[in-house]
């Protein structure tokens, strides 16, 4: 497995990170969206139709389905524990692929993990 250390650096550099308080919704199922999210700091669960399908926590990424051709989300994101997330947009993504390679086949893996796991709760 790839190091979270390669994912959390990237997001470190980005400016303005959000704090979501446990229980906040990041975003839901269904919604559009502009961003992916690195988690700098918490836990985040993953629900599909109303039921967690996995907790992720600090060097983990998510939302990145509506950066490669995915219309909307395809999850509902809820901040389990106090959680301080970065986020990138289409530009910063690219530029952090065209930079740091092995932050792509980190983010490859991990969206191709969650599909996974998704379809499985299907």
């Known amino acids: 497995?790839?190091?979270?250390?390669?994912?959390?650096?990237?997001?470190?550099?980005?400016?303005s990170p959000q704090v979501f308080s446990a229980g906040q919704i990041i975003f839901e199922e269904g919604q559009s969206g502009d961003f992916m999210y690195g988690i700098l700091e918490g836990e985040v669960d993953i629900f599909v139709n109303g039921k967690v399908v996995e907790t992720i926590e600090t060097g983990e990424v998510f939302g990145v389905?509506?950066?490669v051709g995915v219309k909307n989300r395809t999850y509902t994101a809820i901040a389990k524990t106090?959680?301080?997330?970065?986020?990138?947009?289409?530009k910063g993504f690219l530029f952090a692929?065209?930079?740091t390679?092995?932050?792509?086949?980190?983010?490859?893996?991990?969206?191709?993990?969650r599909l996974s796991r998704v379809e499985?709760?299907?």
């Open 120 to 122: 499985h709760m299907l």
């Open 101 to 113: 390679p092995v932050f792509s086949l980190k983010v490859m893996k991990s969206y191709s993990e």
């Open 82 to 90: 106090d959680c301080k997330l970065a986020f990138l947009d289409e």
């Open 1 to 15: 497995m790839l190091s979270p250390v390669v994912t959390v650096g990237i997001f470190q550099k980005q400016p």
């Open 65 to 67: 389905g509506v950066l």
């Open 97 to 99: 692929v065209q930079e």
